[in-house]
Each structure stands twice: as C-alpha cells, then as structure tokens.
C-alpha cells in the first residue's frame, strides 16, 4: 500500500490550494482517511477526518470553516480556502481500514498508512 501526496506549494494568504493523496496497491472504499501537518519545530497535529463512508467528518478548530476533507474510493483530498500564514506546514495524508463505517480517526497513532508529505507555503 502506497499513499502518494501531492497538491503543496506556494500560495498568498487568502488564497486556496486543493491538496490530493493517491491511493495504490488496494481499493480504498473502506479506509477512512486523515491529513495532519506538521510546522517547522512543532510537532505533527490533526487537521482534518473522513469516515470510511465519506459521511462525517471532522476538523480541527483552526481550520473549520475554511478546510473541507473529501474522498473517493482511491483518493482523498483536501480543498484549503482563505488560507493563513499559520497554515505554512507539510501536509501529510494518511489512511487505515475502518472499524465502523461511520467512524473518523483524529490521532495519528490511529492510521496504519502514510504519505510522504507535501509543503504549504502561505505568504502574507
């Protein structure tokens, strides 16, 4: 199983960006899926879940209202509106076989499956 990411790079504040994670090596129908990013010097931490249907999801507080998570049955995706310098990290998808069909993973001890990564640059 392979997670490839993709979507990073340099945008001005207020600007969108739509970050994707592909999926290889199985079908992915029934794995949720995670993005975390990480800050330079500060440890990795949740962004945005989907459940292994696509019918929840769950977002961190800093990014509700600007973030959406979506997904497909190889890829999930992640659109970024009205983006902040704050948002400045390397994006990380993740994935892992659902318990329950409706349920979504916050903790990134939870995902058995990562991306290698993509940078967000936001300028002010």
């Known amino acids: 199983v392979q997670l490839q990411a993709s979507g990073g790079g340099l945008v001005q504040a207020g600007g969108s960006l739509r970050l994707s994670c592909a999926g290889s090596?199985?079908?992915?129908?029934?794995?949720?899926w995670g993005w975390f990013r990480q800050a330079p010097g500060k440890e990795r931490e949740f962004v945005a879940a989907i459940s292994g249907d696509g019918g929840t999801s769950n977002y961190a507080d800093s990014v509700k209202g600007r973030f959406t998570i979506s997904r497909d049955n190889t890829n999930a995706f992640l659109q970024m509106n009205n983006v902040e310098p704050e948002d400045t990290a390397v994006y990380y998808c993740a994935a892992r076989l659902r318990y329950h069909v409706g349920t979504y993973y916050t903790r990134d001890y939870e995902y058995n499956y990562w991306g290698q990564g993509t940078l967000v640059t936001v300028s002010s």
């Open positions: 090596g199985r079908t992915f129908s029934s794995y949720a």
